[in-house]
């Protein structure tokens, strides 16, 4: 077992009870990927971590990190938490949904490429306002890469075009230009402006987003869309993903316990 003493910059994404009144912490780290932290005794009154281990909270810390197996937290330099994020229910499904898929992209203790930055401004951004389901869907759209899914968005699979209308094509893993179309009859069917979207969303920074403004009928058919990838391609869906669309179809459904 590899065992350290590190400083590390980490996010809380998960917290589960253990034993009587432990806590199990998982975080993304920035040196060691995803890690699992036990906190002995975190659940009584007065645990001197208690801040820096809530939900949606951005803190260094140090650590004694073992790999495999969990790891321990020993000291909190600095710690903050996404405040609007953790106040706001639909704010806190999105989130959650986000952390869920880099969760289930990433094994304990693999390297997490850029999506250790990519959380934290996918946070950063939902809880600065800028629309929740806009960040999921680049979340998304960008997350499928490390799902081993890699459609390809830039120009026609077949023939490289570009200035004909796009759809997007499972069976060839991209978009097809309209001369293409026959190629696939289960074809995506969707509006150039969600094409539009969809293509601007692989390739986007996410410090780059800045109050994108979509109708309500392109947002719909873009998340249908998404959905669809995920279900035929990706094929898993973290619980999380339920419980935010049990929200959006009744911001009244309330906590789920
Ligand atoms: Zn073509």
Known sequence: MAREIADFTGLVISRQSYRESDLLVKMLTDQFGKLTFLLNRARKPGFRFAAGILPFTLGIYVGDIRRPGLSFISAVKEARQYQNISQDIMLNAYASYILALIDLAFPEGELLGPWFDKAQQSLTLIDGGQDPQVVT?????????????????????????????????????????????????????????????????????????????????????????????????????????????????????????
């Open 137 to 257: 869907n680049i979340s998304e759209i960008q997350l499928l890469h490390a799902f081993g899914v890699e459609p390809h968005w830039r120009d026609c699979v077949i023939c490289h075009r570009t200035d004909l209308p796009f759809d997007f094509s499972e069976r060839y893993g991209g978009v097809l230009c309209q001369q293409h179309w026959h190629l696939d009859d289960h074809r995506y069917h969707l509006s150039a402006r969600s094409i539009y979207w969809l293509r601007l969303f692989s390739a986007i920074k996410l410090d780059q987003v800045n109050q994108i403004d979509l109708k309500a009928a392109t947002k719909l058919e873009m998340q249908v869309a998404i959905d669809r990838m995920y279900d035929n391609m990706v094929g898993v869906t973290p619980k999380a993903k339920r419980f935010l669309d049990q929200m959006k179809k009744d911001p009244g459904f309330g906590p789920q316990e």
